[in-house]
Structures are given as structure tokens and as C-alpha cells.
């Protein structure tokens, strides 16, 4: 597990890299989930789960074009929301107050490690579906 570490401490911890092969998907999904698992995440912590994120998408998105997980971060929380016929009164145990949620899904406010971890296990996905594709 991944202690409270420096952005510079994490980077030697595991070296992120573009990720070309299934091991380095699955090493890179393996450090998301034990950061995310954490919970209450330094501002270095919250960049390099980003980061990781950012280079699963890329990965994703070139191995798995046809894959289950087209939409990520508030476009998927918004239609898995219609699909399954839910409110966002439904989503305030996961944003703590009505205002967080409205904010959230009208793109007023980014999506937390709290929100990401919490949205992954209310929907059963993977955490790294609601990180929000850097362009």
C-alpha cells in the first residue's frame, strides 16, 4: 500500500510510462486502486492518480475502442444515471449535499478521489471509468 509520499516519492515508487503492453495496464490499474483505496488523498497523490489515470484512458482508448466504457467521468455518471432511471437526490450519499451534486454533473465542479471511489463502488466499475479524459 501507498503511504503518504511526495509527487517526487510516488514517481519512484512506480514510474509512470505510456503504457504499450497488458502488464503495464494492469500494474498501472494495480497503483490507481491502492491510491483510490487510500482514500483522503494529498494534492501530490490526487496528481499522480490523475496522471495514472490519463495514461489508462490512452491506453483504453486504442486497445479497447469498442469497449464498455466509451463515456468516462460526469458523461458516464450522467448516463448511467438515465439508464438505471436514477435521480440526483439518489447520488447524495455520494457528494454529501444536493449543491455537490447539481455542481458536479453541470460541470461546475471536478470529481474528487472521494466521488470517484465512491461512484465506482454504487455502480460496480472500475475507478479509473469516471476519470475525466485530459485532452
Known amino acids: ?7 517526487p ?6 514510474l509512470p510510462r505510456p503504457i504499450t503492453t497488458e502488464k503495464q495496464y494492469e500494474a498501472t490499474v494495480a497503483q490507481m486502486n ?5 482514500g483522503d488523498l494529498t494534492p501530490d ?5 490523475t496522471l495514472l489515470g490519463t495514461l489508462t484512458l490512452a491506453y483504453e482508448e486504442v486497445h479497447y475502442p469498442d469497449g464498455d466504457f466509451e463515456l468516462h467521468g460526469i458523461e458516464l455518471v450522467k448516463t448511467l444515471m438515465s439508464e438505471q432511471g436514477l ?3 439518489d ?5 454529501k449535499t444536493k449543491s455537490i451534486v447539481s455542481d458536479v454533473l ?18 460496480n466499475l472500475p475507478h479509473d471509468v ?6
Open 1 to 7: 500500500m501507498i503511504g503518504m509520499l511526495s509527487y
Open 9 to 14: 516519492d510516488l514517481l519512484q515508487t512506480f
Open 34 to 38: 491502492a491510491l483510490v483505496d487510500k
Open 45 to 49: 497523490e490526487q496528481d499522480f492518480l
Open 87 to 89: 435521480k440526483q437526490k
Open 91 to 95: 447520488l447524495e450519499p455520494i457528494f
Open 106 to 123: 453541470n460541470g461546475k465542479r471536478k470529481l474528487t478521489v472521494e466521488h470517484i471511489q465512491k461512484l465506482a463502488s454504487f455502480f
Open 130 to 135: 469516471f476519470f475525466e479524459p485530459v485532452l
